[in-house]
């Protein structure tokens, strides 16, 4: 594999694990093996710290595709605690705010689900990346400042309830880039006339790739071995 002149590498990104974090250990192994200091590494979408799954990297010339790889549809299976709120929407943050659940049917979340398909209008979360004047808005968010972010709009393909166990849910989303599952958690809480908040999260496919297809950090290192000839002294 020649990794200088570009290759792409599909991870399945650990828990707790940042996407900067892949892609700099991924950076730095390979630099390491080829000998060299310096190779150009991108992800194709941002997965949170709480998330994991399919996170496809790019390196040389193939960071190019980033943009087009970006636009490919998405897949995730989320984890949901109906009930119950907090401010980053998941388990990043302390609950903030409790409400009934008691009127919540299985018929009633599928009724709320199909609300969400076609192309709808999302406000993104305030612990997200997104820019408010320059600035990340979670920088804004963890010094308490006021934020309003404007709704974007997106496209959830299909969403599928695919466990009730009150109070939680799980469901499968597809869904367009820039969609954020922890946002549709919220507004699903909002619609159910309660309040939600992500357990889990794992995306399960971008595109055509899938989990399956993914390599796991635990086996990174047996995989380059295989894949990058070893540079020594002698053949520098």
Same mark, same amino acid.
């Given at each position: ?33 080829? @000998? ?5 590494? @991108? ?9 994991? =799954? ?28 109906? =009930? ?20 919540i049917t299985r ?10 398909? =076609? ?75 309660? =309040? ?36 020594t002294q002698e053949?520098?």
């Amino acid at each position: 594999m020649d990794f200088i002149e570009g290759e792409i590498l599909y991870i399945d990104k650990p828990l707790h694990w940042t996407s900067f974090r892949v892609v700099r250990v991924v950076r730095a192994k390979i630099c390491r093996r080829l @000998g060299i200091k310096k190779l150009k590494v @991108g992800h194709a979408g941002t997965l949170d710290p709480l998330a994991t =799954g399919v996170m496809i990297l790019c390196t040389g010339r193939k960071t190019k595709l980033i943009e087009a790889l970006q636009a490919e549809t998405k897949e995730y299976i989320a984890h949901v605690r109906l =009930g119950a709120t907090t401010p980053s929407f998941d388990l990043e943050t302390e609950i903030d705010a409790e409400y009934p659940t008691t009127h919540i049917t299985r018929k009633m979340v599928e009724d709320v689900l199909r609300r969400f398909t =076609g192309t709808i209008e999302q406000v993104p979360p305030v612990f997200s990346a997104v820019k408010v004047d320059g600035k990340r808005a979670y920088e804004l968010a963890r010094k308490n400042k006021d934020i309003e972010l404007k709704p974007k709009l997106l496209v959830i393909d299909d969403i599928e309830l695919i466990s009730y166990n009150m109070p939680d849910i799980t469901i499968r989303v597809v869904c367009s880039k820039g969609t954020y599952i922890r946002a549709l958690a919220r507004d699903i809480g909002i619609a159910l006339d309660s =309040g939600a908040h992500l357990t889990g999260l794992r995306r399960t496919r971008v595109g055509d790739i899938t989990v399956d297809n993914c390599l796991n950090m635990d086996d990174i290192d047996h995989f380059f071995n295989e894949n990058i000839p070893q540079v020594t002294q002698e053949n520098r």
